[in-house]
């Protein structure tokens, strides 16, 4: 049976490795939050099967802080996009909230759409984040997720070598100096 040329094309797609696809930050603006809001409540969803988080009464899954990532200095959110296409892969959410360092930064939310994943889409984000606020970092994967953990861990060892230690369920390192 042959394909039709919108099955050939759906095919290549769904097969064609886009590991050098070319990302960037995009901060997201207060008309732009609601996209955002919409991603953080997949995410959510997603982190429910590890950490037990149930929706409210709405339907919606609790998130106490988003509306400070409009309103507070220290905390911004970034949508993950292709460069070329503006294409929206994911977003990051980072703030200054950090448990073991006295100051420094943090990744709140992270997330890349599953079909960009498995791509270096998101370890390529991560490390922009990284490079954009050089200093004391944690990265708290996902409760429960041993995913998350194994990509926290990949793109620390690529990013920092064996500078990066684990403890009480958070990643933590320094990228001052790093070039």
Not at 64 to 78: H, P, Q, S, V
Not at 89 to 113: C, D, P, R, W
Not at 132 to 155: I, T
Request: with cysteine.
């Amino acid at each position: 049976m042959a394909l039709t040329e919108k099955e050939k094309i759906w095919f290549e797609r769904l097969y064609t490795k886009v590991e050098n696809m070319d990302v960037k930050l995009e901060a997201v603006e207060e008309c732009k939050k609601d996209v955002l809001y919409r991603l953080l409540q997949y995410s959510l969803f997603e982190e429910s099967l590890n950490d037990q988080n149930d929706m409210n009464e709405d339907g919606l899954f609790e998130y106490l802080w988003f509306e400070n990532y409009f309103t507070e200095e220290g905390r911004d959110a970034f949508f993950i996009k292709k460069k070329e296409t503006n294409k929206l892969l994911g977003f990051v959410m980072i703030n200054t909230y950090v448990q073991k360092f006295a100051f420094g930064h943090s990744i709140a939310e992270f997330m890349v759409l599953p079909k960009f994943r498995r791509n270096n889409i998101g370890k390529k984000a991560a490390v922009m984040c990284f490079d954009k606020y050089p200093g004391n970092w944690e990265v708290s994967p996902s409760y429960g997720s041993k995913q998350a953990y194994l990509f926290w861990e990949n793109v620390l060892k690529a990013y920092v070598g064996k500078n990066s230690r684990y403890e009480d369920g958070i990643f933590l390192f320094s990228n001052c100096g790093k070039e």
